[in-house]
């Protein structure tokens, strides 16, 4: 470090403004990469979320379809289902467990067996209303004609 008594020459004055315009590029550039790859995330942030909503509504969809011609199932033949007919979408099984809770949780389905949301754990499909009135009235029609179910009662 030089003395206060000497004064700078213009060598080094020079010298010092060239290493401060510099830093000072450095510093520049630095920020402009920080600001370009936070702008790139914030834009990748975006579009991912609505990228996942629309997956999430596809494997709902494809979930539905898949479980509608299976009497009773578990997550991994809902798997296999959408694999099946859906080969170009890809199945997250953790996604589709939350899926199961989800749709067990909303009376779509109804856990048969196991606990809800594991691999092993047996599904059916919850019955609609319609089936639960067509049930009502099969009901009330065996118990007005017991005779309906033993046919060789109402042949003799």
């Known amino acids: 470090m030089r003395e206060h008594s000497e004064p700078v020459n213009q060598h080094e004055y020079n010298q010092l403004r060239e290493q401060i315009e510099r830093d000072y590029r450095e510093k520049l550039r630095a920020l402009e990469l920080v600001w370009s790859l936070s702008q790139a995330a914030l834009t990748r942030n975006r579009r991912s979320r609505s990228e996942a909503a629309t997956d999430a509504d596809a494997l709902l969809a494809?979930?539905?379809r898949a479980i509608a011609g299976l009497p009773y199932f578990s997550i991994a033949e809902v798997e296999r289902e959408i694999q099946k007919s859906?080969?170009?979408?890809?199945?997250?099984r953790s996604s589709l467990n939350a899926l199961m809770r989800r749709l067990a949780g909303d009376g779509e389905v109804v856990l048969v067996d196991g606990r809800k949301g594991?691999?092993?754990?047996v599904y059916r499909r919850a019955e609609s209303d319609?089936?639960?009135a067509f049930k009502a009235r099969a009901q009330t029609i065996i118990q007005n004609y017991p005779d309906l179910l033993n046919p060789a009662k109402a042949n003799s």
């Open 62 to 64: 494809a979930a539905r």
């Open 86 to 92: 859906h080969p170009e979408q890809i199945v997250n």
């Open 118 to 121: 594991k691999p092993d754990a």
């Open 130 to 132: 319609k089936i639960k």
